[in-house]
C-alpha cells in the first residue's frame, strides 16, 4: 500500500462504550508501534510488536487499554468502558525492523468520548 | 528515564530570516535523536536523524551530548516551511525504535 493505514480516522463516542482502532502497517513491515497524542502535547508510546508478539506494552495506562496482531500484519487497539481522558489522536507506525530503522507514521484516528 | 524538552510551543519568523528550533534532552546511555514534522493535512513524518548529518530541505541539527542538546536550524526560512516539529529520543535502554518526543513547536513563517 501506500503507507500506514489507520481507520476510523475520527470515531465520537459515548462514555462508557468499547471502541476498536485499527492500523494497517506498510506490506512487509516488521515492527509496529501506537501511540497516543493528546492536545497540546507530543505523542506518547502505548505499545510495540514484532511480527504477532507484543514485545512492549508499558505504554498502555490501564487495564482497559489492549492491542494484538494476530496475523503480524494488522493490528487493533482496543479501548474498553471508554473515559472522556480517553480522547486523543491515536497514531499508528511502521518500520522495516525495530532497531535503527526510519518508522513511518499513519494518518491517526482521532478518538472523542463525549 | 528520557525526556525531550521543546522550550517554545510557538516560533514565528518572516521569510527569509533564520530560524532555530530548540531541543534538550536527558538520557543516561547514547541516544539517537530524531526531528520529526507534520505540515497541514499531512502525517507526522521523519525530517532528520543525527546518526545521518544530512541536510534537508536545508535544515540541520547538530547532537551536542555537552549541553544535551539537539537544536534544529535553517538559515533561511520559507513559508513551506510553516509546520509542527517534534523532536524525539530513541536509546538502547527502549525497546526497538520506541521513541520519546517532545511536545512540539509549531513554527509559522510569515511572508
Known amino acids: 500500500g501506500a503507507g500506514v493505514s489507520q481507520s476510523p480516522r475520527y470515531k465520537v463516542t459515548k462514555r462508557g462504550q468499547d471502541v476498536a482502532l485499527r492500523c494497517d502497517p506498510i506490506s512487509g513491515h516488521v515492527s509496529l508501534y501506537w501511540y497516543r497524542q493528546a492536545l497540546g502535547q507530543g505523542p506518547e508510546f502505548l505499545t510495540y510488536?514484532?511480527?504477532?508478539?507484543?514485545?512492549?506494552k508499558s505504554g498502555l495506562p490501564n487495564d482497559r487499554f489492549s492491542a494484538e496482531r494476530p496475523e503480524g500484519s494488522i493490528s487493533t487497539l482496543t479501548i474498553q468502558r471508554t473515559e472522556q481522558r480517553d480522547s486523543a489522536m491515536y497514531r499508528c507506525a511502521s518500520s522495516p525492523t525495530g532497531s535503527g530503522n526510519t518508522i513511518y507514521f499513519g494518518e491517526g484516528s482521532w478518538l472523542t468520548v463525549v | 528515564a528520557q525526556r525531550v524538552t521543546q522550550p517554545e510551543k510557538l516560533l514565528s519568523v518572516f521569510k527569509g530570516a533564520p530560524v532555530e528550533l530548540k531541543c534538550n534532552y536527558s538520557y543516561s546511555g547514547s541516544p539517537e535523536l530524531f526531528w520529526y514534522v507534520q505540515y497541514s493535512r499531512q502525517r507526522l513524518q521523519l525530517l532528520l536523524r543525527h546518526i545521518s548529518r544530512e541536510s534537508i530541505k536545508g535544515f540541520t541539527a547538530d547532537l551536542n551530548k555537552g549541553e544535551t542538546s539537539f537544536h534544529l536550524k535553517k538559515p533561511f526560512a520559507q513559508e513551506e516551511d510553516s509546520a509542527m516539529y517534534y523532536c524525539a529520543l530513541s536509546g538502547l535502554e527502549t525497546s526497538g525504535s520506541r521513541l520519546t518526543f517532545g511536545e512540539g513547536t509549531q513554527l509559522t513563517v510569515n511572508p
Open positions: 510488536f514484532n511480527y504477532e508478539a507484543q514485545q512492549d
